[in-house]
């Protein structure tokens, strides 16, 4: 697998020599693969946002070092307008964002600033439109009259039409009702499937497990632990201890291996969970 | 953006941060007045001592307080420069043209860079030692006697601490947007003058509605906790006088003595 984000010993210090100095980043690597749905968790105030901002070149990576596909993103003779246009980055409530008359100029600021003739714009803005599930009809309508999960889309519709081959997303369910929340998951699934490589901060254990491949778990700018969902749900008692918490099916599992069932490890998913008690108690069958 | 410590308050306890807020106020405005009335660079190191011992005593330190200077640089230096080539005073050091430097500019120039320095570093020991609270309460109690003639007082103080207390957060806003914006191939670092002022919409115009909704939101707290103005409204923290602000009145008043013998003695 090529990877495409690599970050190799990254620490980013903010306000240093001063009262408020903080540590936001502590030696941080890791790798970001082809095509892969990377989940990055971790408690308030654990670098996260700080972390995804490096991705982008909005922060100076210094010491340490981040390449984007190859590039440094340290490096003086580095075009920034190239890494941005490589890696499409989604901040927590993107709809904050928003400032133009209609939604169609609001999708269509990101290519402009790429410089594309016009066609190529209206088209991109009637791709990402449908892409994120917004209807034509849209188009011409002021995005401050709309509701919130649809100015969230228009927010991430500017972002997918500038192209990226990497999405990366902070929060990107954050504040929405459960069916919102659906939708929003659901969408980034369907950009992920369209052969986009995604990395979705998150703190929710069963948004992460449920759809990304790989877990990297952040506690006090350090990788606290790493891998697949199912390898890194095992450490339920150190994920409490950083003020995260384990999926509720990985809970049922551990309660009943607890009691001395025979539930596998790794299960943590609600097809998998329902699968291992049903084999326990003998009555096979559909799992869910 | 984040590296401004002037107006900053810097958490910390000691015998300046207890100090009464109203007796802070009235004592930075003597002790800039003081600035003013020294003619002599005695004067200035009696200041500066005084200076010395404020950063020290509540653990600031010299080199965090110096940093607040750094916006005001451009002045300082544009002062020191037009003291130093236009004054005409005293014997000529250099000359090329009409521009010379004699043994007065560089007397004057030096002063004048000395005294804004002290001006700043004065000013500073207030709000870094005051919390912005502390600082409208005791403006508010100070200005309490004009609202006799309809001066709105608690208004404006109430407006004062509800603008500091925004600061801050509408500059990590700002700085949330204009990432957000960049993240989206916006350039804000390039570009003639019309493109710059261009390229600040998709920056202020989020900002405003963002200040809208916070000013909108805040109002609506305000009044779902009765709020409804200064009239009969009590203090939880009542202001109360102890024998900390005499002493440091009494300082004040001794600084105050020792540099008008200076300059009725004429040192230097």
Wanted: charged share 20%; aromatic share 8%.
């Amino acid at each position: 697998m090529r990877s495409v984000i690599e970050v190799r010993h990254l620490t980013h210090v903010y306000m240093p020599d001063s009262p408020f100095e903080a540590r936001a980043l502590d030696d941080v690597s890791l790798t970001v693969n082809e095509g892969e749905f990377v989940g990055l968790i971790g408690h308030t105030g654990s670098g996260k946002s700080t972390l995804v901002s490096h991705l982008n070149a909005l922060e100076k990576s210094e010491p340490g070092t981040v390449f984007v596909r190859g590039i440094d993103l340290g490096a003086k003779e580095t075009k920034l307008s190239d890494v941005r246009r490589e890696v499409g980055l989604v901040f927590q409530y993107p709809e904050y964002q928003l400032f133009e008359e209609t939604v169609e100029r609001d999708i269509a600021f990101g290519p402009a600033n790429l410089k594309l003739d016009e066609e190529e714009i209206r088209r991109r803005v009637r791709a990402a439109m449908e892409l994120v599930g917004l209807d034509e009809s849209l188009r011409e309508a002021s995005p401050f009259n709309l509701s919130g999960g649809q100015k969230r889309r228009v927010a991430i519709a500017g972002v997918l039409a500038m192209n990226p081959s990497i999405l990366i997303l902070d929060e990107p369910a954050a504040g929405l009702d459960p069916a919102g929340r659906r939708g929003m998951l659901e969408l980034i699934r369907g950009i992920h499937e369209s052969g986009v490589t995604v990395v979705m901060v998150s703190h929710s254990m069963d948004d992460v497990g449920k759809y990304c491949d790989r877990l990297y778990v952040l506690s006090h700018g350090k990788i606290a632990l790493s891998g697949a969902p199912a390898e890194v749900f095992v450490h339920g008692e150190e994920l409490r201890g950083m003020g995260l918490d384990v999926p509720e099916c990985a809970k049922l599992a551990a309660a009943l291996r607890a009691r001395g069932f025979d539930v596998p490890g790794g299960a943590y998913s609600r097809a998998d969970v329902a699968a291992a008690i049903l084999k326990r108690f003998g009555k096979g069958g559909d799992a869910e | 953006m984040m590296n401004v410590t002037i107006g900053q308050f810097f958490p910390g306890d000691s015998f300046l941060y207890r100090l009464d807020p109203r007796t802070k106020l009235i004592l930075t405005v003597a002790l800039i007045v003081l600035v003013f009335i020294s003619r002599s660079f005695i004067g200035f190191a009696l200041i500066f001592l005084f200076v010395l011992w404020c950063a020290f005593s509540t653990k600031i330190g010299l080199k965090y307080m110096l940093r607040g200077l750094k916006p005001l640089f451009v002045i300082i230096a544009l002062t020191f420069a037009l003291n130093l080539f236009l004054m005409r005073d005293g014997e000529t050091l250099a000359r090329w043209g009409v521009i010379q430097i004699t043994t007065g500019g560089v007397r004057t120039a030096v002063f004048m860079a000395v005294r804004l320095i002290l001006l700043v570093l004065c000013s500073q020991v207030l709000t870094l030692t005051t919390s912005p609270i502390s600082l409208t309460d005791g403006m508010e109690s100070l200005m309490r006697p004009l609202s006799k003639i309809g001066f709105p007082a608690h208004e404006i103080s109430m407006m004062m601490s509800i603008a500091l207390r925004f600061i801050p957060t509408l500059m990590e806003e700002t700085e949330k947007i204009r990432r957000a914006q960049m993240a989206r191939g916006a350039d804000f670092e390039s570009g003639n003058l019309i493109q710059r002022a261009r390229a600040m919409v998709p920056l202020l115009v989020p900002l405003f509605v963002s200040a809208f909704r916070r000013a909108d939101e805040l109002a609506m707290a305000m009044e779902a906790r009765c709020y409804h103005g200064g009239a009969g409204r009590t203090k939880m923290k009542q202001l109360r006088f102890h024998w900390r602000d005499g002493a440091a009145v009494g300082a004040i008043a001794a600084m105050y003595a020792l540099m008008i013998a200076f300059n009725a003695l004429g040192v230097a």
